[in-house]
């Protein structure tokens, strides 16, 4: 069986490792927002050549402390894509906002520039772009936009650790960035946990507060926050995985350009990087008319595969009642029927995507 991740092989090959990282936090005690956990944002923030990364429970978190410190609440709206995981939207209604979705580019995923400003509102306050499947947004255009309309950027760069839009890394173009070391994800941990990136003071101040409780004194509460704190056992394992992140994005390139240079069929559309773009590939998303068929040949040979994401945002029966939900999102609806994600993950090998790539061209 070929797995979608198998987080075995990564953690064979790291752990002796881990196994040391876990073993001094249990040897310190310290296991909330200890030093494993101060390291870890040091190290991130500095990787993103910005003052403040602040370690949280989950990129779900990290999302809704970002957009709580930057002041969006009851009755605001916030812009985002309709084809990406629901906890982007999800953060948005959680405090009182409305999600307003807008469709996306069909061949990077994600959300289209050009149809943001027709739904902006003087109810507007955000937008949340997301670098989906490991290819950033179009950061040009949705900063642009932002500065015209006076709107916060929280990116959603939950798939895309270490990618780059022109020379930059994602998560420094908006006022924060938000990471998820989800066990699946290209940084990851074994359990939930997140990050947010800022070079904003103020903001980087109300999340450490808002993460703790709303406190910056013990047992003396100014803002009602959450308990949302990175415990260092998981910090400790991120930071083994952290000093490997560049070269595991580079392997994952290098598969996907097997899988480019492998994959005959023409009636398949291949992941696209736009130029300018670095893509890390947390997923290689294939489209094609007959993405059932091709899934079920790859399951018939003992081949994971997943679809994401089946159902967009915007056609959720959680969102039905929302009142832009009755526009139809063609794209995001389209690709929804035929995206297909293969395995990827830095340890694949080449004979595997080689017995891959011969399954997706002999399927009917």
């Known amino acids: 069986m070929i797995q979608m991740v198998d987080l075995k092989r990564q953690y064979t090959t790291l752990k002796s490792d881990i196994d040391s990282a876990i073993a001094r936090v249990l040897d310190s005690t310290q296991f909330i927002l200890g030093r494993e956990t101060v390291n870890l944002e040091q190290e991130i923030a500095t990787y993103h050549n910005l003052p403040h990364a602040l370690g949280v429970g989950s990129g779900t978190d990290a999302l809704l402390l970002a957009l709580d410190a930057l002041g969006i609440g009851e009755g605001d ?6 084809f990406t995981f629901i906890a982007t939207a999800e953060v948005i209604a959680t405090l009182g906002a409305m999600p307003v979705f807008v469709d996306i580019d069909p061949e990077t995923y994600n959300i289209n520039p050009g149809r943001i400003e027709e739904k902006i509102t003087d109810r507007t306050k955000a937008i ?34 270490g990618a780059e839009y022109e020379g930059k890394k994602v998560g420094t173009f908006g006022d924060c960035g938000c990471f998820s070391f989800f066990p ?65 994005n580079a392997l994952r390139r290098q598969n996907a350009a097997l899988y480019k240079k492998h994959i005959q069929r023409t009636d398949i559309q291949l992941p696209a990087t736009r130029e300018g773009s670095t893509h890390v590939y947390h997923q290689f998303t294939l489209r094609s008319k007959h993405r059932d068929t091709i899934r079920q040949s790859l399951t018939d ?38 995206v297909l994600s293969l395995p990827m993950f830095p340890e694949l090998t080449e004979g595997e995507i080689h017995r891959i790539c011969h399954v997706i061209n002999n399927a009917p």
């Open 77 to 82: 709206e916030v812009i985002t894509t309709s």
């Open 128 to 161: 949340i772009p997301v670098h989906l499947f490991g290819h950033p947004a179009d950061m040009d255009r949705i900063v642009s936009l932002a500065k015209k309309y006076d709107l916060k950027i929280v990116e959603d760069c939950a798939q895309a650790f």
């Open 184 to 248: 699946s994800k290209n940084l990851a941990a074994y359990g939930d946990a997140g990050m947010i990136i800022t070079g904003n003071d103020t903001v980087a101040e109300k999340i450490r507060m808002l993460r703790n409780h709303g406190t910056s004194v013990k047992y003396h509460h100014t803002m009602i926050g959450y308990n949302s704190r990175l415990d260092d056992i998981q910090a400790a394992i991120v930071g083994v995985k952290f000093r490997h992140i560049d070269r595991f």
């Open 301 to 338: 040979a003992g081949i994971a595969s997943a679809i994401y994401y089946p159902v967009p945002l915007h056609r959720q029966a959680v969102f039905a009642d929302l009142p832009g939900n009755r526009d139809a999102l063609p794209v995001s609806e389209q690709c929804a029927m035929e």
